[in-house]
C-alpha cells in the first residue's frame, strides 16, 4: 500500500472544515467583503469543544446519540471514499449501498434528536429533511449505479479507479451527465443555497440548521465537523469524476484532487452568490431534475 | 466527430426535460432556442461525418427558423397579448418530468428496434432523440392550458420530426422536404395564435367587431 493512500484520507479529516471557510471567502468576494478568517471553522470548533453541554429534562439518550451517529457515520463514509484512483481505507465489494445508506443513517438519528427535543419547530425542519432526502436518494442512487455500469464494479474503490481520462472520452456525455447530478446533490444533502440557506439560523424557511438548533457545545462541534466531513466526502465523489488526473505519480494525483476540492469549494461560494434559494415548493422540482440527469446518464449506457 | 453529435443529442434531450420542467413561458422560449440551435448543427455534424455538403446550409438555415425566428415569433407574441408568466399545465411539472423519463425509456427501446444500417445519421442515438422529442411535444400539446404553450409543443413535434429527417438526410430528401413544409405551417399555426390571442383580448370572436378597428 502506497503511503499517499493513507496520508490522503486522513488529510481529509484536517481540511474538512477548510472547504467552509473557501466557500465564505468566496462568497464575502462576491459581497465586495473581505470575509470571515480561512480557519475560522477551526477556531469555532475549538470554541464549542471548551463550552459545557446544556440538556433539556424532554430529551432521552438519542438525543445525545444523535451528533455522535452523525459524525461516526461520516469518519467511516471517509474511510470509504477512495481518492484519486487509489483504493481507500476500507473497500469491499458492495460498499457502494453502506456509502449511500450511511448518511440515511445519520440523518435518520439527526431526525430523531430533532423530534427528541419535543419542538415543533425542529420537528418542520426534520420533515422537510426527510422529504428532500427522499429526492436526492435515488438521484444518488442512479449516479452511482451508472459509475457502476461504466466501471462493471461494485465497490467505490473499484468504480473509480476505473474512472480515468479514456473513460471520459468514451462515455463523455454519460459522465458529463452524472458530474452535473452529484452536484445537485452535493448542494442539497450539504444544505446549500439553492436548496437550503447555510447562513440562516432563524428563518422559517431552513431545513437543516434549524434541526440542531437546540444541541450546543461540544454536540454542535460534532455536528458542524461532521458536516464539514459530509460536504468533504460528497463533494470528494464529484471530484473523483470530474477530475480524474492519473500522472502515475499518487503525491500528484492527490494535489490534483486537492486542487479539485478547493475549486469544488469555490464553485459553491459562486452558486450561493449568485442564486437565490429555490422557494420550498420548488426545491422537489430540482432534485428530481437531478435524478433525471442521472437517469438518463444509465440510460444512455444501457441503450 | 461522433462525441460532438453525442453532446448535441445529450443537448436536445436536456432540454426536452427542461421543457417538460419549466413553470415560466421565458424558460420554455429560452429551452426552445437552446433547441433548436442544437437541431441546426446535426446537419453540419453529420456533413463533418460525410454527407453531402448541402446539408450545411440546410442546417444553418433550419437553426436560423427554429432557434431564433420561431422563438422570437413566440416572445413577442408573449408579449403583446401580456397573458401571465406561468405555464398552468394540466399535469405538473414535477409528473411531467417523470413521464418524461418514461417516454425517455420507451424511445430508446423503440429507437432499438428501428434498423437504418444504410442510413448516414452521425450518431446511433439520433432515432431514439428524435422520437423522444416528438413525444415531449405531443406531451405538451395534451398536457398544457395555454394556446401558446401548445404551438410550443407543435414546434418540439416538429423538431422531433425534423430530427428523424436528418438521419435519412442524403437518402431521402423528400423527407427534409417534408420537414420544411411542415415549418411553414407552423409559421401559419403560430399566426393563428396570435389571432386567437387578439380575439381574446378583446372577449370576442366576432370578426364583425373587429373590423371596425380600422382605423
Given at each position: 500500500?502506497?503511503?499517499?493512500?493513507?496520508?490522503?484520507?486522513?488529510?481529509?479529516?484536517?481540511?474538512?472544515?477548510?472547504?467552509?471557510?473557501?466557500?465564505?471567502?468566496?462568497?464575502?468576494?462576491?459581497?465586495?467583503?473581505?470575509?470571515?478568517?480561512?480557519?475560522?471553522?477551526?477556531?469555532?470548533?475549538?470554541?464549542?469543544?471548551?463550552?459545557?453541554?446544556?440538556?433539556?429534562?424532554?430529551?432521552?439518550?438519542?438525543?445525545?446519540?444523535?451528533?455522535?451517529?452523525?459524525?461516526?457515520?461520516?469518519?467511516?463514509?471517509?474511510?470509504?471514499?477512495?481518492?484519486?484512483?487509489?483504493?481507500?481505507?476500507?473497500?469491499?465489494?458492495?460498499?457502494?449501498?453502506?456509502?449511500?445508506?450511511?448518511?440515511?443513517?445519520?440523518?435518520?438519528?439527526?431526525?430523531?434528536?430533532?423530534?427528541?427535543?419535543?419542538?415543533?419547530?425542529?420537528?418542520?425542519?426534520?420533515?422537510?429533511?426527510?422529504?428532500?432526502?427522499?429526492?436526492?436518494?435515488?438521484?444518488?442512487?442512479?449516479?452511482?449505479?451508472?459509475?457502476?455500469?461504466?466501471?462493471?464494479?461494485?465497490?467505490?474503490?473499484?468504480?473509480?479507479?476505473?474512472?480515468?481520462?479514456?473513460?471520459?472520452?468514451?462515455?463523455?456525455?454519460?459522465?458529463?451527465?452524472?458530474?452535473?447530478?452529484?452536484?445537485?446533490?452535493?448542494?442539497?444533502?450539504?444544505?446549500?443555497?439553492?436548496?437550503?440557506?447555510?447562513?440562516?439560523?432563524?428563518?422559517?424557511?431552513?431545513?437543516?440548521?434549524?434541526?440542531?438548533?437546540?444541541?450546543?457545545?461540544?454536540?454542535?462541534?460534532?455536528?458542524?465537523?461532521?458536516?464539514?466531513?459530509?460536504?468533504?466526502?460528497?463533494?470528494?465523489?464529484?471530484?473523483?469524476?470530474?477530475?480524474?488526473?492519473?500522472?502515475?505519480?499518487?503525491?500528484?494525483?492527490?494535489?490534483?484532487?486537492?486542487?479539485?476540492?478547493?475549486?469544488?469549494?469555490?464553485?459553491?461560494?459562486?452558486?450561493?452568490?449568485?442564486?437565490?434559494?429555490?422557494?420550498?415548493?420548488?426545491?422537489?422540482?430540482?432534485?428530481?431534475?437531478?435524478?433525471?440527469?442521472?437517469?438518463?446518464?444509465?440510460?444512455?449506457?444501457?441503450? | 466527430?461522433?462525441?460532438?453529435?453525442?453532446?448535441?443529442?445529450?443537448?436536445?434531450?436536456?432540454?426536452?426535460?427542461?421543457?417538460?420542467?419549466?413553470?415560466?413561458?421565458?424558460?420554455?422560449?429560452?429551452?426552445?432556442?437552446?433547441?433548436?440551435?442544437?437541431i441546426g448543427a446535426f446537419p453540419v455534424v453529420a456533413w463533418?461525418?460525410?454527407v453531402?455538403?448541402w446539408a450545411v446550409p440546410f442546417g444553418l438555415?433550419a437553426g436560423?427558423?427554429?432557434?431564433?425566428?420561431?422563438?422570437?415569433?413566440?416572445?413577442?407574441?408573449?408579449?403583446?397579448?401580456?397573458?401571465?408568466?406561468?405555464?398552468?399545465?394540466?399535469?405538473?411539472?414535477?409528473?411531467?418530468?417523470?413521464?418524461?423519463?418514461?417516454?425517455?425509456?420507451?424511445?430508446?427501446?423503440?429507437?432499438?428496434?428501428?434498423?437504418?444500417?444504410?442510413?448516414?445519421?452521425p450518431?446511433?442515438?439520433?432515432?431514439?432523440?428524435?422520437?423522444?422529442?416528438?413525444?415531449?411535444?405531443?406531451?405538451?400539446?395534451?398536457?398544457?392550458?395555454?394556446?401558446?404553450?401548445?404551438?410550443?409543443?407543435?414546434?418540439?413535434?416538429?423538431?422531433?420530426?425534423?430530427?428523424?429527417g436528418v438521419?435519412?438526410v442524403?437518402?431521402?430528401?423528400?423527407?427534409v422536404?417534408?420537414?420544411?413544409?411542415?415549418?411553414?405551417?407552423?409559421?401559419?399555426?403560430?399566426?393563428?395564435?396570435?389571432?386567437?390571442?387578439?380575439?381574446?383580448?378583446?372577449?370576442?370572436?366576432?370578426?364583425?367587431?373587429?373590423?371596425?378597428?380600422?382605423?
Open positions: 500500500m502506497h503511503p499517499a493512500s493513507i496520508v490522503l484520507p486522513a488529510s481529509g479529516l484536517v481540511l474538512a472544515p477548510l472547504l467552509f471557510g473557501l466557500i465564505n471567502r468566496t462568497k464575502a468576494w462576491f459581497a465586495g467583503r473581505r470575509g470571515q478568517p480561512l480557519l475560522q471553522a477551526y477556531y469555532d470548533l475549538y470554541k464549542l469543544l471548551h463550552k459545557g453541554a446544556v440538556y433539556s429534562r424532554t430529551t432521552t439518550w438519542i438525543f445525545r446519540a444523535g451528533p455522535i451517529v452523525g459524525l461516526s457515520a461520516g469518519l467511516v463514509a471517509l474511510a470509504l471514499l477512495p481518492i484519486a484512483g487509489m483504493p481507500s481505507l476500507a473497500a469491499f465489494g458492495g460498499d457502494v449501498v453502506l456509502f449511500a445508506y450511511l448518511w440515511a443513517l445519520a440523518r435518520f438519528f439527526t431526525v430523531l434528536a430533532a423530534l427528541d427535543t419535543g419542538s415543533a419547530f425542529e420537528g418542520m425542519g426534520a420533515s422537510r429533511e426527510v422529504q428532500f432526502s427522499a429526492l436526492a436518494e435515488p438521484a444518488l442512487f442512479l449516479a452511482l449505479a451508472t459509475l457502476a455500469r461504466i466501471s462493471g464494479q461494485l465497490s467505490l474503490s473499484g468504480i473509480f479507479t476505473a474512472v480515468t481520462p479514456a473513460t471520459w472520452a468514451a462515455e463523455g456525455s454519460s459522465l458529463a451527465l452524472v458530474a452535473v447530478a452529484l452536484f445537485v446533490i452535493v448542494l442539497a444533502e450539504n444544505a446549500r443555497i439553492p436548496v437550503d440557506d447555510p447562513n440562516t439560523h432563524l428563518e422559517l424557511t431552513m431545513i437543516h440548521e434549524v434541526m440542531v438548533l437546540d444541541h450546543g457545545g461540544p454536540d454542535f462541534a460534532l455536528i458542524l465537523y461532521g458536516s464539514s466531513l459530509k460536504l468533504w466526502v460528497l463533494g470528494g465523489l464529484l471530484v473523483n469524476v470530474a477530475v480524474p488526473v492519473r500522472t502515475g505519480n499518487p503525491w500528484l494525483d492527490g494535489l490534483a484532487f486537492l486542487s479539485g476540492m478547493a475549486v469544488l469549494a469555490v464553485a459553491i461560494g459562486v452558486v450561493e452568490s449568485t442564486m437565490a434559494r429555490q422557494k420550498l415548493l420548488r426545491v422537489p422540482h430540482l432534485l428530481l431534475a437531478a435524478g433525471a440527469m442521472s437517469a438518463l446518464a444509465l440510460v444512455f449506457l444501457v441503450r | 466527430m461522433s462525441t460532438s453529435a453525442e453532446l448535441l443529442a445529450v443537448a436536445i434531450v436536456l432540454t426536452n426535460l427542461a421543457l417538460l420542467g419549466s413553470s415560466r413561458m421565458g424558460g420554455l422560449v429560452r429551452a426552445m432556442v437552446v433547441q433548436g440551435l442544437a463533418a461525418a460525410g453531402s455538403a438555415f436560423a427558423i427554429k432557434g431564433l425566428v420561431f422563438p422570437w415569433v413566440l416572445m413577442r407574441t408573449l408579449r403583446r397579448t401580456g397573458v401571465s408568466r406561468e405555464v398552468e399545465p394540466f399535469v405538473s411539472c414535477g409528473m411531467s418530468l417523470v413521464i418524461g423519463l418514461v417516454a425517455f425509456g420507451v424511445a430508446v427501446w423503440m429507437g432499438s428496434r428501428f434498423s437504418l444500417d444504410g442510413m448516414a445519421y450518431t446511433r442515438l439520433i432515432v431514439p432523440v428524435a422520437l423522444f422529442t416528438a413525444f415531449v411535444g405531443l406531451f405538451l400539446i395534451v398536457s398544457r392550458r395555454k394556446a401558446l404553450t401548445q404551438a410550443m409543443g407543435y414546434l418540439v413535434f416538429e423538431n422531433g420530426i425534423y430530427l428523424f438521419a435519412l442524403g437518402e431521402l430528401p423528400f423527407l422536404e417534408f420537414g420544411i413544409l411542415l415549418d411553414a405551417y407552423v409559421a401559419l399555426f403560430v399566426m393563428g395564435i396570435a389571432t386567437y390571442q387578439i380575439n381574446r383580448e378583446f372577449h370576442h370572436i366576432d370578426t364583425d367587431r373587429l373590423s371596425r378597428l380600422k382605423g
